[in-house]
């Protein structure tokens, strides 16, 4: 029995990093590779923060405007100075920013995909460049119907421009769409522009070390345990 | 024996409308199901016009950008009126102007696509706007690693700054990129950008009645007689 916000859906929009893939994993497992003498799980956890910082910065107009590879490699040169690893080379310095390209899925992830996709149009809303979600895609199997991201509307989430700028490009009401996320922020902003919001648990998002703030909240249309479950939920096959 | 280019090549850049898509008979069986009394050829032909027409006013600057969706809107209000077919109530002008988002893949598109995604990225450069051609490919079954158009560019081609945003996106070099179409004038576009070119033969893009030059031209790179001519070309198994 699906839930009645189903029959007014055309569109689900997706978070990325966190929501579909597990970037702490994934990039931690690259560090380790490297034998930098670096706790790698520290190290990756200050390198999302410092994205976050950074687009806290775009946004505010203290830095111009920038990819999140762009983001990414400046975190990368600063983190590896202070953890003490700055003899890295700069190929190698280009292949490890190029890891958030390369993140694995969650187990749930590609037949969830799939199934929603069977009904819906699926898409990606993610502060991540054109280039590196396609690259991710074509690598993890994901089967987007289209990629969508901050780059498109030269805005980063949580941005208006971004979530009513899904809405736009299908031609659809705000409500006609639905943002899936793993974080509330993310949601609320969703939620002011007038779509629909599915919570995804990710308890592993940032690794095994941290408790994550799961809990259900009555804001959000849907909750959902994995994309499986918000299948289910949505009536898919 | 792939063509030496192949080595190079990271991204194939595909035009969509007649290059990937039969827009004439697409487009041309709906406006004759409508049983307008009008000749759905000529009507076709006359709006696939004014779409080009209605381009380079917007590349001129004397409209402004707009969508391929509301550029075809206009220009079919106008033939309806000049056709004597003004009768078409709204509804049904929305459903027709949608046609140009279910145009069926030529025989060969889908195998081909597969094929050379095997072994290259594969995206869209379209003029045709990302709703337009995400609904398309979800229909048709075309497997796009990444859906561009002008609408990200905010450009039409053949402005410089489609072919070598492409390039861009993947963070390439322009020789890294190959440009797929079935029109010369799009193809000398990528050319003068620096981008490699594939010309692939569509001898009925206008029409069973128009006969189209398809001889080769020795300033492209590569010259096709279909997908799966040009996966062949290219070492795609």
């Not at 893939?21 to 560090?31: I, L, N």
């Not at 292949?95 to 009904?119: E, F, I, M, Y």
């Not at 009555?218 to 009536?235: C, K, M, S």
Request: charged content about 25%.
């Amino acid at each position: 029995m699906a839930h009645p916000i189903a029959a007014q859906l055309k569109v689900l929009a997706f978070d990325v990093f966190g929501t579909v893939v597990d970037w702490y994993g994934s990039v931690t497992r690259e560090v380790e590779a490297l034998r930098l003498g670096v706790d790698a799980g520290a190290f990756v956890s200050e390198w999302r923060a410092g994205y976050y910082a950074s687009m806290a910065r775009v946004r505010k107009g203290e830095l111009a405007w920038a990819r999140i590879d762009d983001l990414h490699r400046a975190e990368l040169d600063r983190l590896l100075d202070k953890f003490g690893a700055a003899r890295l080379d700069e190929a190698a310095r280009q292949q490890l920013n190029l890891a958030w390209h390369r993140l694995d899925p969650w187990p749930d992830t590609v037949t969830g995909l799939s199934r929603l996709k069977s009904r819906f149009t699926i898409c990606t809303l993610s502060n991540g460049n054109l280039g590196l979600l396609a690259n991710m895609a074509k690598r993890a199997g994901l089967p987007w119907d289209l990629i969508l991201s901050a780059e498109v509307f030269g805005a980063f989430k949580p941005d208006p421009k971004a979530y009513l700028g899904v809405a736009d490009v299908f031609s659809l009401k705000p409500e006609e769409t639905m943002l899936v996320a793993t974080h509330k922020a993310d949601l609320r902003g969703a939620l002011r522009c007038g779509l629909a919001t599915a919570y995804v648990e990710r308890p592993l998002e940032e690794g095994p070390g941290v408790q994550r703030e799961e809990s259900r909240d009555p804001a959000f249309t849907l909750h959902a345990t994995h994309f499986n479950d918000l299948a289910d939920q949505l009536g898919c096959p």
